[in-house]
């Protein structure tokens, strides 16, 4: 006979129960955390988002830069457009296209799009973090609270350059 002869089950002990009670409750109040702090954790960017195709969203952008290009930097345009305005950027292997001169303290309506795989909007040092994907329009309203010249990196593994995929959004008073 294989099965083991002793008894290996036994009921648990007085501790052990109390551990096992304070794991279900903590697991329980994190669940209910979950949905709640959505709400009131003022913690997700409040995205609308749209289907676009890479043709049409590049488009937009060409537009865009053509309208308030500015400066040029690395060989990427800066462009800074009026407050309250639509402001494009595109993400695609590996730059992020244009770079974006803002205003403090004024709203704009960000686009963020891919042309190609899917890329990480991520924002230093703030902790402002977006998934962008190919085929969809991110669309979040935006107003910058402090000025200065903020990284934009991507952190989503995008292919063998994905470590060179840099850029900034510029932040003025
Ligand atoms: Cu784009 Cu990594």
Redesign the pocket.
Known sequence: MLAPQQTWWKPLHRIERSWVLVAFVWCIFLTIMMPIWFFMGRQNVPVTTYRVDAETYQQLVADFVDQYQVDTLSGVPVVEPPPNSDVYLQ?RQ?QWYPVLKLKKGETYRLHISSLDVQ??FSLQPTNLNLQILPGYDYVATLTPTQSGDFALV?N???GIA?HL?VSKIIVTE
């Open positions: 993400a590996w890329h990480g991507c989503e593994y995008c994905h995929m």
